[in-house]
């Protein structure tokens, strides 16, 4: 009796841990498109009052000295050799640095948010194309149905006319960025709170050389700190530490998948907060989108 008592109690334990397992592998994707989503918004807010250069050299400042408390409390592993410095240096300038860096660049140079997330959309097919993993045939085929649907969210807010050559050129290179840092962010084993403090750090001197070189201006309102802390606390922290983690324990094709959800997502957040209703065309696309996710992810785990 109390050995049948005991197996139906690991029974019980064992069933539990799967349901947490599978709780923990739905919510990680989606918490992570709703996190990184808002920083649309908050950055639409905050560049009210900065200058981009400068609210991003806050928020990797701000960022890195929080994980720098971090690592003197848990004290975590560093990188062991000379390689694993620089690939987890070259990834946080990839990453934190010259993808955001040159984001706000293209913008400041007149390509359009919408043209500019069309280029970027490419990065779930590139990044596929580039790190050579093993993609089937569903696969492919919701990357370009998710592709579609970007197009059609953006398209819109697209304007093609009068489009600057460094206005485009900071749109390509930012798109490397991402694509690059989320490559070599697969292959590195290095703890996440030494990986990210890392980085940060890296960022941070980065943006300190940029500000050294323009003139930025920051009004420290209550709404720019609001925020700022958002984007320290929710995104740079919290998001960037899910999509590293889901980088390191899923399919690379399958992660980058999830940033298709990301312009919907942030126009459903513009909706609400800004007042900008959604197009018929852009609801189409979200759909598409949302079909493309589920293709992709069929044959593969995302965290």
Sequence with gaps: MGRQYKILVNSKIKKSMQTGILLKRSIIPWLFVLMWSSGGIFVKIGLHYADPFIFLFFRLLFSSLLFWGMLLIFRPSLPTNSKEWMDVIFTGLCMQAGYQTFYFLALDYNISPGLLAIILGAQPILTTFLSREKSGKNQWIGLIIGIIGLTLV???????????????????????????????????????????????????????????????????????????????????????????HMIRQGNLTNVTSLFYCVPPVTAIFDFFVFKNSLAMLSIIGMGLIVLGIFLVNRQGKLV
């Design 154 to 244: 953006v398209l819109n807010s697209t304007k093609i006319a009068n489009i600057s050559k460094i206005g485009m050129m900071s749109s390509l290179i930012s798109l490397l960025c991402i694509i690059g840092g989320t490559i070599l962010q697969k292959s590195i084993q290095v703890n996440q709170i030494s990986n990210m403090t890392i980085q940060y750090t890296s960022g941070t001197i980065f943006l300190s050389i940029l500000l050294y070189c323009f003139e930025q201006k920051v009004s420290w309102s209550p709404m720019f700190l609001l925020s700022l802390c958002w984007m320290v606390f929710v995104v740079s922290v919290g998001a960037t530490l899910l999509l590293y």
